[in-house]
Structures are given as C-alpha cells and as structure tokens.
C-alpha cells in the first residue's frame, strides 16, 4: 500500500459512511436508480485511488494527461461544473411549476365577498 | 399634457386595470379607490406580501364591490408573475380593454383616460405610458436610460421607455402576448411581443409621481443588471 497509512484510511472511512448513506436513501426511494449508481461509482473510484493513487494514472493516459493527479482534478471540476448546469436547470423548471402553480391557484380562488363574511 | 379625452360610462366598464401589489399596504388603499371611483374596474392583484396589503385590497373591496375583483398569490412571485396573474384573470370578464397600473401611486389616474384614447378611437392595439426620464432621479434615469437601450439591442424595438408599468391593450391584442417572465423583465417582453405580433403601438407620455415611497423599488441599478443577465440568457437560449 502506497502513502501513509492514515490518509488512505480516512477516505475509506468516508466512504464507507455515505455509501451506507446513499444505499439507505436509496431503499427510502428518495434517489432514483441511476443516481444511486453513479454515486456508488464515485465513492468506488475515490477508494480505490486513495488505496492505490497509481490507478488515477491509468485516466491519465486516457486522456492524454501527464499526471494522475492532475486527471483527478479536471474530472473533478467538470463533474463539479456538470452537476452545477444540472442543478441550475432543475431549480429553473422547479421555479416555473411554482410559479405556475401560485398563479393558477390565485385565479381558481379569486376572493369574493360572500365567502369573506362567512368566515367573520 | 393636459387630458381632454373623456371615456363614457360603458366604455370604462370594459376597462379592466390591473394592479399587481407587492407589500403596498400604505398606498395600495388610496390608489384603487381614486381609480375604482373614476368607474374603471380592477383586477388586484396580491404577490404574497408579508404586510396587510391583501387585507387592505379586501376592504377596499367592500366599498365598491361592483369593481373590485382581488387575487392573491400564496407566496411572492414578482411583478411579472402577478401581472400575467392579473391579465389572465381580467380576460376571464370579457373587457374591451386591459390596462396595467403599478400599486405604489407613481401613475397618475388621469392618464389612464390619455392611455387608453390610442385603443378607443382605432389608432392602436398596445399603448404604453412613458416616463419623461428628465423627471426621475438621476440613479433610476440611468439605470432606465440603459435598460431601454438593452431593450432596443436584444429585442430591436426602439422606445422611449421600456420599463414602464403603465400599459394598454386591447383585449384581441392582449390575448395574443405571450409573456413568460416572472420578475421585471415583464416590461422588456410586453415590447418584444408587441413588435412580434405587429400591433399597432403607439407611447403616450404619462406623468409620474416621484416621492421618497415611490423610488424604493422598480429599475434601480440592481435590478438594472438583473434584468440585463435574464436578457442576454434568453437571447442564447432561444437562438
């Protein structure tokens, strides 16, 4: 085992955790099955790389990069990027259902007198 | 400029103003009884507002219930959405004519006859009231000043004032806008899709009241830049 002891070991250990994490949300049905996959991948690779870092180089070749290291960051920040667009997209088209709602519910529930005063 | 166009009766009876009201509940009072007791009907319109501003449009309703029609939206969704709320609803009741009217008392009610004088006698389908932008603060001259010629580089319309709260339709007109906007962008869009749609438009030159109330919200700077990002991301998504 390359490095020292404890960094490898404290990777595992966070990994383990939101795997354990993930897996739970998963069996609640609050995450759909893909993510569920992907995110079991990501924690899969992190252990593996922070097992043995030379795997990392491997991505490297692929792309064409020198350094492991360095494959590991681009593919972090573009993954990072990647969830940012998605997650912006998202919040767009959860604002317009709102926005769609707040409105249709405005004008199916136009405030008339008659039922002000039964209330009072 | 002095009005001397007077709507009769039946005519004001057919036009719908909608007043979309954010937090308001000073003023919000005193501007739909001036324009209730002018004989126009009015459709106000709630955006989820913290203050008393709905109960204030309920009781206001009580006065003149033949005019008052009040919605209101659960939560705050911006001027442009309570706008869009307010049209859809005015076109419920089959009005000759549609005119939006900002809350804060900026608008003078005498305009609305000199707005509407374009719609009635044929000349236009759109009118919108411009702001003499000598009148206003230098901050919101400015940050109007550059809003309008965004309006004219994204949009290729060329107007005096293109955030203004102050607008006309027809009903047939009005049906055909298709607004999409939630905040106040609204203004900039209600211009595109007059030019997309080739209605007849026309500006007539309103008055505004500028009083320390009424400068805290609209088209500063801030909103300025907010208004320009939401253009140029729309210029790229739809081309």
Same mark, same amino acid.
């Given at each position: 085992?390359?490095?020292?002891?404890?960094?490898?070991?404290?990777?595992? #250990?966070?990994?383990?955790?939101?795997?354990?994490?993930?897996?739970?949300?998963?069996?609640?049905?609050?995450?759909?099955?893909?993510?569920?996959?992907?995110? #079991?991948?990501?924690?899969?690779?992190?252990?593996?790389?922070?097992?043995?870092?030379?795997?990392?180089?491997?991505?490297?070749? #692929?792309?064409?990069?020198?350094?492991?290291?360095?494959?590991?960051?681009?593919?972090?920040? #573009?993954?990072?990027?990647?969830?940012?667009?998605?997650?912006?997209?998202?919040?767009?088209?959860?604002?317009?259902?709102?926005?769609?709602?707040?409105?249709?519910?405005?004008?199916?529930?136009?405030?008339?007198?008659?039922?002000?005063?039964?209330?009072? | 400029?002095?009005?001397?166009?007077?709507?009769?009766?039946?005519?004001?009876?057919?036009?719908?103003?909608?007043?979309?009201?954010?937090?308001?509940?000073?003023?919000?009072?005193?501007?739909?009884?001036?324009?209730?007791?002018?004989?126009?009907?009015?459709?106000?319109?709630?955006?989820?507002?913290?203050?008393?501003?709905?109960?204030?449009?309920?009781?206001?309703?009580?006065?003149?219930?033949?005019?008052?029609?009040?919605?209101?939206?659960?939560?705050?969704?911006?001027?442009?959405?309570?706008?869009?709320?307010?049209?859809?609803?005015?076109?419920?009741?089959?009005?000759?004519?549609?005119?939006?009217?900002?809350?804060?008392?900026?608008?003078?009610?005498?305009?609305?006859?000199?707005?509407?004088?374009?719609?009635?006698?044929?000349?236009?389908?759109?009118?919108?009231?411009?702001?003499?932008?000598?009148?206003?603060?230098?901050?919101?001259?400015?940050?109007?000043?550059?809003?309008?010629? @965004?309006?004219?580089?994204?949009?290729?319309?060329?107007?005096?004032?293109?955030?203004?709260?102050?607008?006309?339709?027809?009903?047939?007109?009005?049906?055909?806008?298709?607004?999409?906007?939630?905040?106040?962008?609204?203004?900039?869009?209600?211009?595109?899709?007059?030019?997309?749609?080739?209605?007849?438009?026309?500006?007539?030159?309103?008055?505004?009241?500028?009083?320390?109330?009424?400068?805290?919200?609209?088209?500063?700077?801030?909103?300025?830049?907010?208004?320009? @990002?939401?253009?140029?991301?729309?210029?790229?998504?739809?081309?």
């Amino acid at each position: 085992m390359n490095g020292t002891p404890l960094y490898p070991l404290t990777f595992i #250990i966070i990994a383990i955790l939101a795997i354990a994490i993930i897996y739970l949300k998963f069996r609640e049905k609050k995450i759909s099955l893909t993510s569920f996959i992907l995110w #079991i991948f990501l924690w899969v690779m992190i252990v593996i790389i922070a097992i043995d870092p030379k795997f990392s180089e491997i991505f490297a070749r #692929i792309f064409g990069i020198s350094r492991g290291l360095d494959a590991i960051f681009i593919m972090a920040i #573009i993954s990072l990027l990647y969830m940012c667009f998605k997650l912006f997209l998202k919040i767009e088209k959860l604002e317009q259902n709102i926005n769609k709602l707040v409105r249709e519910l405005a004008i199916k529930n136009e405030i008339n007198l008659e039922n002000e005063e039964d209330k009072d | 400029m002095e009005s001397n166009f007077t709507i009769s009766r039946d005519d004001k009876k057919s036009i719908y103003i909608i007043i979309p009201a954010y937090n308001e509940e000073k003023r919000v009072g005193n501007v739909l009884k001036k324009v209730a007791s002018l004989g126009y009907k009015i459709i106000a319109v709630n955006d989820g507002s913290s203050d008393n501003t709905l109960n204030v449009l309920k009781s206001v309703q009580k006065e003149y219930p033949d005019n008052i029609y009040v919605l209101s939206h659960i939560i705050n969704m911006g001027a442009g959405s309570a706008t869009r709320t307010g049209l859809d609803a005015a076109l419920k009741h089959n009005p000759s004519y549609v005119v939006t009217f900002d809350a804060d008392g900026q608008h003078d009610y005498n305009d609305i006859a000199n707005v509407c004088e374009p719609l009635i006698s044929g000349r236009a389908e759109a009118v919108i009231g411009a702001r003499p932008f000598e009148d206003m603060p230098l901050d919101k001259n400015f940050a109007n000043t550059i809003m309008t010629l @965004l309006t004219e580089i994204f949009y290729h319309v060329k107007v005096k004032d293109s955030q203004t709260g102050f607008r006309a339709f027809t009903a047939s007109a009005a049906r055909k806008l298709k607004i999409e906007s939630h905040g106040y962008l609204i203004s900039s869009e209600f211009i595109k899709e007059i030019n997309k749609n080739n209605l007849k438009f026309e500006e007539v030159t309103i008055k505004t009241i500028y009083t320390d109330e009424t400068q805290k919200k609209g088209t500063n700077a801030l909103v300025g830049i907010k208004i320009m @990002l939401r253009m140029i991301r729309e210029v790229f998504y739809k081309h």
